[in-house]
T-cell receptor
Framework: GENVEQHPSTLSVQEGDSAVIKCTYS??????FPWYKQELGKRPQLIID?????GEKKDQRIAVTLNKTAKHFSLHITETQPEDSAVYFC??????????FGTGTQLKVEL | NAGVTQTPKFQVLKTGQSMTLQCAQD?????MSWYRQDPGMGLRLIHY???????DQGEVPNGYNVSRSTTEDFPLRLLSAAPSQTSVYFC???????????FGPGTRLTVT
């Protein structure tokens, strides 16, 4: 089955700096790669996703890049703000609509 | 739309007890899934369904049963609770065409 590795597990940045979270996946058939944000005590919520026929996608301060050859994808957050502090999860979906999640990155944006 | 709803929000069970976690969605989504979330381990898929009458196992199915008699409902049953099942359980649904998973608010389960 699919295996998704996510790094780093914790990330601390100064407000206004950029943050990058990286994930690798094992199943070359995976074709959908979402990123979820989870605030403390809340449910995960989708912030951005990318499909395997696209190399990069951007939504305001958030961007995701995908390298299918290397089987890795990354989340980029620019101009970080305190409200960006949360746990971020990457995921990969292959056949059968099975979504496999990474283990999460605790992002802390310091003032 | 209420989206994805889950009941109860909190539950404490004794080892060996059984219970059902309820999940319902009103978005007419074909795909529904159950995940458990444990510290440092992300979200792990327990069971999922691609439509009414169809279910399949995920990554960690042991100790859990599911059924999908209607499009709207996808209950998760614990037949004999164990302390290892202490976790936060999330139900999610998705539209097959777009793939985004919409999560319910979660159920925090403690087994003593």
């Amino acid at each position: 089955g699919e295996n998704v590795e996510q790094h780093p597990s914790t990330l601390s940045v100064q407000e206004g700096d950029s943050a990058v979270i990286k994930c690798t996946y094992s199943d070359s058939a995976s074709n959908y790669f979402p990123w979820y944000k989870q605030e403390l005590g809340k449910r995960p919520q989708l912030i951005i996703d990318i499909r395997s026929n696209v190399g990069e996608k951007k939504d305001q301060r958030i961007a995701v890049t995908l390298n299918k050859t290397a089987k890795h994808f990354s989340l980029h957050i620019t101009e970080t703000q305190p409200e960006d502090s949360a746990v971020y999860f990457c995921a990969a979906k292959g056949g059968g609509n099975k979504l496999t999640f990474g283990t999460g990155t605790q992002l802390k944006v310091e003032l | 739309n209420a989206g994805v709803t889950q009941t109860p929000k909190f539950q404490v069970l004794k080892t060996g007890q059984s219970m059902t976690l309820q999940c319902a969605q009103d978005m007419n989504h074909e795909y529904m899934s159950w995940y458990r979330q444990d510290p440092g381990m992300g979200l792990r898929l327990i069971h999922y369904s691609v439509g009414a009458g169809i279910t399949d196992q995920g990554e960690v199915p042991n100790g859990y049963n599911v059924s999908r008699s209607t499009t709207e409902d996808f209950p998760l049953r614990l037949l004999s609770a164990a302390p290892s099942q202490t976790s936060v359980y999330f139900c999610a649904s998705s539209n097959r065409e777009h793939g985004e998973q919409y999560f319910g608010p979660g159920t925090r389960l403690t087994v003593t």
